[in-house]
């Protein structure tokens, strides 16, 4: 008898040893995600805006590699966008863009730079058509002038 309760005794002192080490560890978890750093809408917007951008001279140029690699950067920071901005109310209205990306995307699988320039120009239209319906009307997209990085060159390397 004087054994099965001094098993019990190290049972349960082994027990209330676990569960404190497991909230311990939980409160730490917890501390660090807490304190996790979370891109803001505007931290996407930003990088979108730049991917925008370079898509444009990609395609301008016929780098289809390049433009293909820039709009999957762009549907990319919409996912993530989604995923650590769903309490905003503007990501309700992201998914606009949606088919004028595919309608993009096919463009540049077509290597019709014709229909890149039309196609690209809706997907601008969209952003602003967004921007409005947000009220954020001020931020106007416009097609660009000048590349974002004069460090990069947007045309093809070693063939298409």
Aim: charged share 25%; glycine share 4%; with cysteine.
């Amino acid at each position: 008898m004087k054994y099965l309760v001094l098993t019990s005794i190290m049972l349960l002192c082994s027990c209330s040893k676990q569960n404190s080490e497991t909230e311990h560890l939980q409160n730490q978890i917890d501390s660090l995600q807490a304190n996790a750093y979370k891109p803001g809408f505007g931290d996407f917007m930003s990088s979108i805006q730049v991917h925008h951008n370079k898509l444009w001279f990609a395609g301008k140029n016929e780098n289809w590699k390049l433009a293909d690699f820039e709009i999957t950067e762009i549907e990319e920071n919409i996912t993530d966008l989604k995923k650590f901005c769903k309490d905003r109310p503007e990501t309700k209205s992201i998914g606009m863009i949606d088919v004028p990306l595919e309608n993009l995307k096919t463009a540049i699988k077509k290597q019709s730079t014709k229909d890149f320039g039309d196609e690209y120009l809706i997907l601008t239209n969209t952003c602003n058509s967004c921007h409005q319906k947000t009220k954020h009307e001020y931020n106007v997209i416009t097609i660009p002038t000048a590349p974002p990085y004069s460090n990069q060159d947007f045309k093809p390397q070693n063939g298409k």
